[in-house]
């Protein structure tokens, strides 16, 4: 028997297996991520059909929208946040949460289609069976949004099944590719490009479906030719309340500064003329209202600072404001509430709600229907057309914008958004305060130095606020003008002769019934932050 040497082995091997089509030779970077490529491609298709679909739907049907697959996904997991991980997702990212959330969901969803790409090279049943799972979830999320029906589910159904052919149809395209038939090297670079196109193309999908879906044509005209009407109790801002120290907030927050946090993926856009507010329940008679009926009701103007529960010690999810708007208590009067009612369920077109107690609503303060800020329409982002506004309780139990219905309930047969997420049923604001200036770490001239902030107790009001530096005396800042008591207060201090080296600056308030602000350090959940703000500094 003549054995043939290794070295004509390899030889043969290689003259049975022209470089030109090997597959490692053919596709930059190998085999191995053509699959993954290819779960890519299949998932970005099923994704920009779907919002496609979904976007068109909405506006055929001329109603307030079908579900997108990506935000129903996303309200989903909102929806199913423990209350520690909002803190932290708040306390992290800000504002921005959502922001955060739309690039974790990316990643997630192009890492678990990559995977499914993958697995259907081993095994093409198991790989279209975790998409068609992927599928159930966006379809879920989708039925579980506020008013949707089995019509809303179509769009991710088809999109799903489309992914699904395509994918099945890449694969088997590529296997053709790499059977060994002349021209293979040619056909894997078109595969390799026609992956790409459908990603992108897919990615145009989605950004295309959520412009079309955030349109609101209708909705932003109609905002712009709002005509407020003229309040029957107006608010002015004393000079003497707002201070012209550098860094100091200013006593009303900009409509575009002031902070933004719901759980709203996509802003709402609403038609004014198709807006109606409901009050149900435990009420002698069910009224239902529209734009021009609340329009037409004596307007009053009110200075109230809001504040969010998510706010740290120090936070900036605060801000003041004059609102404008109808008094809820006039509303709640008309529909006659019952002796035994102890609380309002307010809803929001998004389906997100707030129990709020009772007597804050019927009492003297001015928890309002709210239809401007600062002198203007609500901005779509803090809830145009109508959004509640109810000074001394957090937002979660009582900011509900873009509001539909206000149900008067019990808090015994009721729970807001939050409470069964283990947040606090009633949410009373708890006394603040805050250094707006100096900075923590600034370093500063050894001299008199001006510290600046500012201090809220919504509806006791603010009569003292006290300085501490390192472990010396509290000293009484100046307090500013206080137009209301349901409004924040900005406050100074003067320094005299800071030494040089490094100093701790603390700050507590006094509210208006006497108590001092804690210095417990306790976490926004599950009833707010407490504690004093201390921050540290440099004198040279």
């Known amino acids: 028997m003549v054995t043939r040497p290794l070295h004509d082995r390899r030889a043969v091997g290689a003259a049975a297996s022209p470089a ?66 909002k803190d932290w997702a708040v306390a992290t990212f800000g504002t921005a949460d959502k922001v955060a959330l739309g690039v974790g969901m990316g990643l997630v969803l192009l890492l678990a289609c990559a995977a499914v790409g993958v697995v259907a090279v081993r095994s093409r049943p198991t790989a279209l069976g975790l998409y068609g799972l992927l599928g159930l979830v966006g ?66 999908g989605v950004v295309a479906g959520q412009a079309l879906g955030a349109a609101g ?9 709002v005509r407020l009407p003229t309040p029957v109790r107006t608010v002015t801002v004393p000079a003497a309340a707002g201070s012209d120290l550098a860094g100091h907030s200013a006593y009303l927050t900009p409509n575009e500064d002031f902070y933004r946090i719901d759980t709203a993926l996509r802003v709402p856009r609403v038609d004014p003329s198709t807006w109606r507010l409901r009050v149900t329940g435990l009420v002698e008679r069910e009224i239902e209202i529209g734009w021009e009926d609340l329009l037409a009701e004596p307007h ?8 969010c529960v998510s706010n740290q010690v120090g936070g900036d999810l605060v801000g003041n404001a004059r609102w404008q708007g109808w008094p809820v208590r006039e509303l709640l009067a008309r529909a006659g509430v019952l002796p035994e009612a102890d609380m309002v369920l307010s809803r929001s077109v998004d389906g997100w709600t707030a129990g709020t107690p009772i007597e804050v609503l019927t009492d ?83 001299a008199d130095i001006v510290v600046g902030g500012v201090a809220w107790a919504q509806h006791r009001g603010v009569q003292a606020v006290e300085v501490q530096v390192d472990d010396g005396p509290w000293s009484r800042a100046e307090l500013l003008a206080e ?58």
Do not use: C
């Open 217 to 225: 044509r209708a909705a932003q005209q109609a905002a712009r030719a």
């Open 483 to 540: 137009p209301s008591v349901d409004a924040w207060r900005l406050w100074r201090w003067t320094w005299d002769d800071a030494a040089p080296g490094s100093h701790t600056l603390r700050v507590r308030a006094t509210d208006g019934t006497g108590e001092v602000q804690t210095s417990q350090l306790a976490p926004p959940a599950p009833d707010g932050s407490s504690g004093w703000h201390t921050i540290s500094v440099q004198v040279t």
């Open 300 to 307: 009053v103007e009110a200075l109230v600072t809001l504040t």
């Open 139 to 204: 379809v879920a999320s989708v039925l579980s949004r506020p008013a949707s029906g089995p019509l809303d589910a179509v769009p991710t159904v088809v999109g799903v099944l489309v992914g699904m052919w395509l994918l099945g149809r890449l694969l088997d395209r590529r296997a053709g590719a790499g059977a060994g038939v002349p021209g293979t090297s040619a056909s894997r670079r078109a595969l390799l490009r026609a992956t790409g196109g459908l990603t992108v193309l897919g990615l145009l």
């Open 364 to 446: 003297d303060r001015d928890a309002l229907l709210a239809v401007a800020m600062n002198g203007e329409p609500l901005p779509a982002e803090h809830g145009f057309p109508v959004r509640m506004v109810v000074p001394g309780l957090y937002g979660y139990v009582s900011a509900t914008k873009w509001v539909t219905e206000l149900k008067v309930t019990r808090f015994d047969a009721d729970e807001g958004y939050w409470t069964p997420r283990g947040w606090s049923a009633r949410g009373p604001v708890k006394t603040a305060s805050r250094i707006d200036t100096p900075r923590s770490d600034d370093r500063l001239p050894a």
């Open 20 to 85: 030109g089509d090997d597959p490692r030779a053919a596709t930059p970077g190998g085999d191995r991520w053509w699959p993954a490529l290819a779960g890519i491609a299949a998932g970005a298709t099923t994704l920009g059909l779907a919002e496609l679909l979904a976007a068109a739907l909405s506006r055929t049907l001329g109603t307030s929208g079908t579900p997108s697959p990506l935000l129903a996904v996303g309200g989903a997991f909102v929806d199913r946040t423990p209350a520690w991980l």
